[in-house]
Nanobody
Framework: SQLVESGGGLVQSGGSLRLSCAAS????????IGWFRQAPGKEREGVAC????????AYADSVKGRFTISRDSTKNVMYLQMNNLKPEDTAVYYC???????????????????WGQGTQVTVSS
């Protein structure tokens, strides 16, 4: 099972990026999924998560109204649309999926089983 992120890069403050995460060996439409980030010297933090079975999503307060998590069932890909980016959003971003297929999603990275390799997002001021 493998997750591969793409779409990171350098963007000016106020700009947008869309991160993609392609899955193999995991059927994303059925799993609880999440996006996380880790800035230098900081712990990994949850950004957004989604549970299709529960019909719910969750976002960190710092990104609410700016980031949107989604998935394309036909392509087995998940996305993180990031708008109005700020310098404090600079981090390595990771996609993740749980073995669990049901229940509410969590922004706690410890409960996720599958991880991508990460993609760098840098926002300049």
């Amino acid at each position: 099972s493998q997750l591969v992120e793409s779409g990171g890069g350098l963007v000016q403050s106020g700009g947008s990026l869309r991160l993609s995460c392609a899955a193999s060996g995991i059927t994303l439409p059925y799993h609880v999924i999440g996006w996380f980030r880790q800035a230098p010297g900081k712990e990994r933090e949850g950004v957004a998560c989604d549970s299709r079975s529960a019909g719910t999503t969750a976002y960190a307060d710092s990104v609410k109204g700016r980031f949107t998590i989604s998935r394309d069932s036909t392509k087995n890909v998940m996305y993180l649309q990031m708008n109005n980016l700020k310098p404090e959003d600079t981090a390595v971003y990771y996609c993740a999926a749980e073995v669990r297929l049901s229940g509410q999603c969590e922004l706690n990275p410890d409960v996720y089983d599958y991880w991508g390799q990460g993609t760098q997002v840098t926002v300049s001021s």
